[in-house]
């Protein structure tokens, strides 16, 4: 593929990056700068195929293995809370569940996806701690979407991330996460510690899919 080489890397807009690897769908791009792994616009879904992606999910409140999955997040992200803490679930899909389990313990919580519960008002508000459950992976502007969400939090806030890290002992061709076709950009630890440097704050790594970030005065906190 001949891409064009002034295309700026989408996490830190650098021009340092190169065909890393390739199969028979799509090309995947890699930063030399932040390690962050992305595939190109041309093979980016149309917005109606994606959301006829979405609708083969079948996530709800009542699937107690979803609502296990969904804990890897919650509770890291619940443990740094203040009692009736106000949130938002951003990308929350189709059948929103981790926003009722923080209202389950005295949250106030909001929920926002852009195909499903798209009301844009929610991203003129300000919230003590956003999530983000499998959202990132879909993110076309991760360095625009994240400053955005960040700026959105109060201060103190919380922003809490589940998306798998590229993994560093596998074949990335194999890795399961590249297999599905809304998955478009893919982070590395030094992705997200490059994101902490913009928003002063050093990521949290919990296993191996789970980022948090802490918004506070005090810079690098």
């Known amino acids: 593929m001949n891409f064009n080489p002034n295309i700026l890397c989408p996490v830190c807009d650098s021009l340092k990056y190169h065909l890393y ?10 930063c030399e700068d932040c390690n962050f792994i992305h595939v190109p616009k041309e093979f980016h ?11 083969f999910h079948r996530n709800s409140p009542d699937d107690m293995d979803y609502r296990k999955f969904l804990g890897r997040l919650f509770q890291p992200v619940n443990n740094l809370l203040k009692k009736q803490s106000s949130g938002l679930d951003y990308g929350c899909g189709s ?11 005295g949250h106030k919580m909001k929920a926002f996806d852009p195909f499903y519960f798209n009301n ?21 502007t991760p360095k625009m979407e994240f400053i955005k969400l960040f700026e959105m939090l109060n201060n103190p806030g919380i922003l809490g991330i589940m998306t798998s890290l590229i993994p560093e002992n596998m074949d990335f061709l194999n890795w399961h996460y590249i297999k599905d076709p809304t998955h478009v950009s893919f982070y590395s630890k030094e992705t997200f510690s490059f994101l902490g440097n913009i928003f002063n704050s ?10 948090i970030f802490k918004k506070t005065d005090n810079i690098g906190s």
């Open 21 to 30: 690897k390739k199969d028979l769908k799509r090309d995947y791009l890699k």
């Open 45 to 55: 879904l149309t917005p109606e195929l994606e959301k006829s992606h979405y609708s």
């Open 95 to 105: 059948g929103p569940t981790l926003h009722l389990m923080f209202e389950e313990v």
């Open 120 to 140: 844009q008002l929610l991203l003129e508000n300000k919230y003590d701690f956003i999530t983000l459950s499998e959202v990132a992976e879909h993110m076309f």
């Open 202 to 211: 050093n990521p949290i790594f919990i296993d191996n899919n789970i980022i």
